[in-house]
């Protein structure tokens, strides 16, 4: 795997962790695309680095688990703002 695509599934792992990020967030960070960011925390990290990818996939999780509830409360506050 090229150096820098191994550099970067790092940063973007420690960025995840560090401040338990979503996908979209990370994205952002790193002006790449929400596809890389999974791709590379789902597939790539798992090679690269055992003990991170643990740590990012139950960060995920949680925010798959929470996706729903935050859409929500966005709506009812773009309708509370008129």
């Known amino acids: 795997m090229n150096c820098y695509v191994e550099d970067r599934v ?5 960025f995840i962790i ?6 979209r ?3 952002k960070e790193f002006g790449v695309g ?21 740590k990012v996939k139950e960060i995920l999780f949680v925010n798959l688990s929470q996706r729903h509830i935050r859409g929500g409360m966005a709506t009812r506050e773009k309708f509370k703002r008129g």
Do not use: F, G, P, R
Not at 10 to 14: G, L, R
Not at 35 to 48: A, C, F, G, Q, R
């Open 10 to 14: 790092i940063k973007e792992a420690e």
């Open 18 to 23: 560090e401040h338990n990020a979503t996908v």
């Open 25 to 27: 967030a990370t994205a």
């Open 34 to 54: 929400k596809s890389t960011v999974h791709s590379d925390m789902t597939t790539k990290l798992e090679w690269i680095n055992e003990d991170y990818y643990q």
